[in-house]
């Protein structure tokens, strides 16, 4: 449902359509006193951000009375409060509709009203300006409905002469569904639930039951699939619940993920899945349970199979409940939502499910399975330490919502290798931990061991400063780069070397004959620092920048003031007029202008000439982007020299 949503966000707001409709009305309540009343519809799945937001966030809702002065506080309806999973922390902002009432004295007949704002969805942000003129008769006025690409101008200012305009309607959003990732994620956790002592024994077990009881191998094998599919299904059931949730309200799966409190909660629930992995005690669900999935399993057939069937989920809980537990956060972190929880638990249960279907074809192969003893207690006290250097993760996220400070990147990574080398030690036989220690470690403990001390060497790199953002293959699991000990060097993405002028970057371009890469951006856009971070960090990408383009970086939400000699007054097509004023202002115009949008990120790879090399991108993924940038500088290979000539002031 919500990859359709983000579909139809994308194809309906990448073409300069303004998902927040603002309406007016003046009540007049003593002589040059009136109550202005604002209301912005808002359309599904955006945010509109309130007013005086903290620092580090999206831009706050601003009111600026061109004519009249505001009288008392701003009234109106409350708006939803609560973490915010794009901009990672608490804010206030509006869904479907918003209400203020200002009061406000002038002597005007009608009253001028600038309105800024920034509003959101899960993959884009529009920082919009709208421009009212209200009369003081009472008259309710309308924002005009108006293509905020569709601009007439003046003086060729800002105007770029484009060749290859018609890739610009090939442009469109580039999304992958994750679904497959986390499936495969849960068949990961399945099968290492498949290790635990708390199944793994059941398995000869139960398939020679089936094998034994049965009239003929036929029966049997099909009692074993129903057990089997049983488990899936079992398991499919347990993420029904999240879908309620995220039919009533989409952003309660994000609420629980991302909450503070909650996150705290998550820390130490997976401290205490991990003391109980290493054998200080173990957890159960209520002994009762048990017995009556146990009695109900044996009055029926394939209902009693069933009944088998969750009577494995419950009595293996305490072994795979850690695991089970860890899909779920990581499921209701991502933006899937509710579909990608169920399609990790539903690989969690294929592989939890697997040995007792195949085995059953194949019952002599049980003769040959490893018998149970002290390798189960391996694995357990090893997921221990996994959960464990898991449960940082959570008490980070609660470090940077509420700004403590006290766990940055270094430090995050610092612990997660004294667990592991803990965990490492344990493998080569250095303690027994809760247990005696063994005689003679098997060499696979031993191999393992071994990977387990090379991943630490891997996380070493991240404690140092380093140019290109350490550590990619975990990005998104430690704190953010910027969230360190140490400075940051530059204000350009990677400490690249970019341009925050669009003719100052093409006279660069022309200078060493590069295609340029138009990176329409925002100090508030957390969908390009993702970008940012996780697809630029990348060697192949991150060379591609440095030495084959040149980046031009434009903030759309700079309000930085234009001198005054650059700043001019665009006109849209219904004849409304914008005096543009701030740096922010002039670049969100010369992208609507030039590129017909208005959301971020935007990408746009052209060569110095005014050729669009390949259709502009918007968010994607890694392997399109790189596909997309080096599609784009093969097509930029110009043999003409270029002389830098200036249109932009």
């Not at 300006?129 to 009369?135: A, D, F, H, S, V």
């Not at 635990?196 to 398995?203: A, D, E, M, R, S």
């Not at 060097?489 to 590069?514: F, M």
Request: one cysteine or more; a negative charge; aromatic letters at 12%.
């Amino acid at each position: 449902m919500k990859y359709f949503l983000f579909l139809f966000c994308c194809l309906s707001f990448s073409w300069g359509q303004d998902p927040v409709k603002w309406s007016a009305q003046a009540r007049q309540t003593d002589t040059n006193t009136y109550d202005v009343i604002l209301k912005a519809d808002i359309q599904d799945s955006w945010k509109l951000y309130d007013v005086n937001l903290p620092d580090g966030g999206p831009l706050s809702t601003v009111l600026l009375w061109k004519n009249a002065t505001a009288l008392g506080a701003l009234q109106g309806n409350e708006p939803k409060t609560g973490y915010d999973v794009i901009f990672e922390m608490d804010l206030s902002y509006y869904t479907n509709e918003l209400i203020w009432i200002q009061s406000v004295t002038t002597e005007a007949a009608t009253i001028e009203l600038h309105i800024e704002y920034q509003a959101c969805d899960d993959a884009l942000c529009i920082f919009g300006e709208e421009p009212l003129t209200i009369p003081t008769d009472g008259s309710l006025i309308n924002a005009v409905e108006r293509d905020l690409t569709n601009v007439q101008f003046g003086g060729n200012k800002l105007k770029l002469d484009l060749k290859n305009t018609e890739l610009l309607e090939a442009s469109g959003p580039n999304v992958k569904a994750s679904w497959w990732r986390i499936f495969v994620l849960g068949l990961l956790g399945g099968f290492l639930a498949i290790l635990t002592p708390c199944v793994f024994p059941l398995i000869p077990l139960t398939v020679s039951y089936f094998s034994k009881s049965s009239l003929s191998r036929a029966v049997g094998i099909r009692r074993s699939l129903s057990y089997a599919f049983s488990i899936i299904g079992i398991y499919a059931l347990l993420s029904l619940p999240f879908h309620f949730l995220d039919q009533l309200r989409p952003e309660v799966l994000n609420a629980i993920a991302t909450n503070v409190v909650l996150n705290l909660i998550f820390f130490a629930v997976f401290v205490i899945f991990a003391l109980s992995f290493f054998g200080l005690f173990d957890l159960t669900l209520p002994a009762n349970w048990s017995t009556k999935s146990d009695e109900a399993a044996t009055r029926f057939s394939y209902l009693g199979i069933f009944f088998m069937a969750l009577t494995l989920a419950v009595v293996s809980f305490s072994c795979t409940g850690p695991i089970l537990g860890s899909l779920l956060v990581g499921s209701l972190t991502a933006d899937g939502g509710a579909m990608q929880l169920t399609a990790g638990m539903v690989g969690f249960g294929a592989a939890l499910a697997l040995p007792f279907g195949i085995l059953s074809f194949f019952p002599n192969v049980l003769r040959k399975l490893p018998k149970s003893g002290g390798w189960l207690q391996h694995v357990k006290v090893s997921l221990g330490f996994v959960e464990l250097a898991l449960a940082l993760k959570f008490l980070s996220n609660a470090d940077m919502v509420q700004g403590w400070g006290i766990l940055p990147r270094e430090l995050f990574i610092a612990i997660w290798m004294l667990i592991l080398i803990l965990w490492a030690v344990y493998l080569f036989g250095g303690f027994g931990f809760m247990h005696p220690k063994p005689k003679k470690n098997h060499a696979i403990q031993m191999a393992l061991g071994v990977l387990v001390f090379f991943f630490v060497m891997y996380l070493g790199q991240g404690v140092v400063p380093n140019r290109q953002t350490p550590l990619r293959a975990l990005s998104g699991f430690p704190p953010p780069a910027f969230y360190s000990v140490f400075p940051k060097e530059s204000d350009c993405p990677l400490n690249l070397d970019c341009y925050k002028d669009y003719e100052i970057g093409r006279a660069v371009a022309i200078e060493q004959q590069k295609p340029i890469l138009l990176d329409f951006t925002g100090w508030a856009c957390v969908n390009c620092r993702k970008v940012e971070e996780n697809i630029w960090t990348q060697p192949e990408v991150y060379t591609l920048l440095r030495d084959e383009i040149v980046l031009i970086s434009l903030y759309v939400d700079d309000r930085k003031p234009l001198p005054e000699a650059e700043q001019q007054t665009i006109t849209y097509a219904d004849g409304s007029s914008r005096l543009l004023e701030t740096v922010g202002q002039k670049w969100s115009a010369f992208q609507a202008i030039n590129f017909k949008s208005v959301s971020q990120p935007y990408y746009v790879l052209l060569h110095p000439d005014g050729t669009i090399l390949n259709p502009p991108i918007q968010y994607t993924d890694k392997a399109t982007y790189l596909s997309w940038l080096k599609e784009g500088i093969a097509a930029g290979k110009s043999p003409q020299p270029l002389v830098p000539t200036f249109g932009i002031e």
